[in-house]
């Protein structure tokens, strides 16, 4: 498998190029019966759509997605759905410098190692464009999650080493990346609300693996942490620990949440909460020392348009593989013990062939 697909139960497979005709994705696994109209994906399309900021590409497109199958009369019907946004805004002219000279920081040079060739128009699979796949796909899981009392936040948390709410400070931090054009990163939280405790696998489908997958496949994302993450490797246990306390009811809490919602890979009921830090966006319009594919020493400047800063768009992305992780774990979590199977198929017990008068 060439890794395109997520998921074992909610099984996404994302497919095309920045600049080939069309993007998508095939989502399998959906249940049958969820009200689902292209408005509710594209709610959350409109979110990643470039040229709404000015800190993000000035790429016009419409993005408009189409549902290709899977859902009749309004409603999913259990069958594979198929999402299409058709590229409109190529300008392929625009990276044709790019062809063959390798850009620092971007996936040029890796593709070719591995492939041989490459789509150099945009970064083909490697653009940010090929999130538009799993933005839809989330979109269709958040709906499902939604009807499961779970709510998906994301927010920015810093950019360029300063507090996202130092507002001032930030704008004229990116005024001058922009000036000097040059790009930044940052880092942004995802919070995940309503998971019951008891979801996530103990060994390698822990919640806090899937959920660092998830991050981390999202392009320019180079570090994740849940929680408190890399802070808790300089504390001690008993400032590190959530205490459990019972209230009036006997309903067991946690006095704080360092954990971030997780332990031992299973939620523990509280918040969920996923950071993700954000590399600067590697094709700047400044001068850069790199080589052509033929290996010869030479200067890039790349004339395309690309977002000074991936975060913003970014957020939307977080929140769909956030959406995506915990639903199939929600799923997987559906035969976790026998006791639910025999409530769900409506028997106490289950040895072989029951007798038709239903008892064994
Ligand atoms: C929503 C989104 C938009 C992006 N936009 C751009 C862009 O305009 N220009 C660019 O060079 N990289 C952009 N990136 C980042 C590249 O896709 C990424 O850095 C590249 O594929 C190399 O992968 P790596 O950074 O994970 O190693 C974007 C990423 C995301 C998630």
Not at 15 to 44: F, K, M, R
Not at 216 to 233: L, N, P, R, Y
Not at 304 to 324: F, I, K, S
Not at 349 to 360: Q, T, V
Request: proline letters at 3%; glycine letters at 12%; one cysteine or more.
């Amino acid at each position: 498998m060439a890794g395109s697909s997520f998921g074992k139960y909610f099984t996404v497979t994302t497919w095309g190029e920045s600049h080939g005709e069309a993007v998508g994705v095939v989502v399998d696994g959906c249940p049958a019966g969820l009200p689902l109209a292209e408005a509710d994906i594209q709610a959350w399309l409109d979110r990643r759509r470039p040229g709404q900021s000015r800190y993000a590409t000035a790429r016009q497109e419409a993005d408009q997605v189409q549902i290709l199958s899977g859902v009749f009369e309004g409603l999913t019907t259990g069958t594979p759905i198929s999402l299409m946004v058709k590229n409109k805004d190529h300008h392929s002219a625009d990276y044709s410098n790019i062809k063959n000279t390798y850009r620092p920081g971007h996936a040029d040079y890796t593709f070719d190692a591995k492939y041989g060739f490459r789509d150099y128009r945009g970064g083909g699979r490697s653009s940010g464009r090929e999130t538009l796949g799993r933005v839809a796909a989330g979109a269709i899981a958040a709906k499902i999650l939604g009807k499961l009392g779970i709510l998906i936040e994301s927010r920015i948390v810093s950019i360029g080493g300063i507090e996202a709410e130092r507002e001032e400070e930030v704008k004229a931090f990116l005024e001058q990346v922009m000036a000097e054009k040059d790009s930044a990163g940052g880092v942004a939280e995802c919070v995940i609300w309503g998971v019951p405790a008891g979801v996530g696998e103990p060994v390698f489908d822990k919640l806090d693996a899937r959920l660092a997958e998830a991050m981390m496949s999202i392009g320019a994302v180079k570090g994740v942490e849940i929680g408190d993450g890399f802070s808790v490797a300089s504390r001690r246990g008993s400032e590190n620990n959530d205490a459990f306390r019972a209230d009036e009811n006997g309903t067991i809490y946690k006095k704080t949440n360092h954990a971030g919602g997780v332990l031992g890979g299973i939620s523990d009921g509280s918040r969920i909460v996923v950071r993700a830090a954000f590399k600067p966006t590697p094709s700047i319009a400044r001068p850069q020392e790199t080589v052509t594919t033929t290996g010869e020493n030479t200067e890039l400047v790349i004339h395309g348009r690309h977002d000074p800063l991936v975060l913003q768009r970014a957020l939307v992305v977080m929140e769909a593989m956030a959406a995506l992780a915990v639903l199939d774990l929600m799923l997987a979590n559906m035969h976790a013990t026998l006791a639910g199977i025999q409530k769900f198929y409506g028997v106490e017990s289950f040895y072989g062939i029951i007798p038709e008068d239903g008892k064994e």
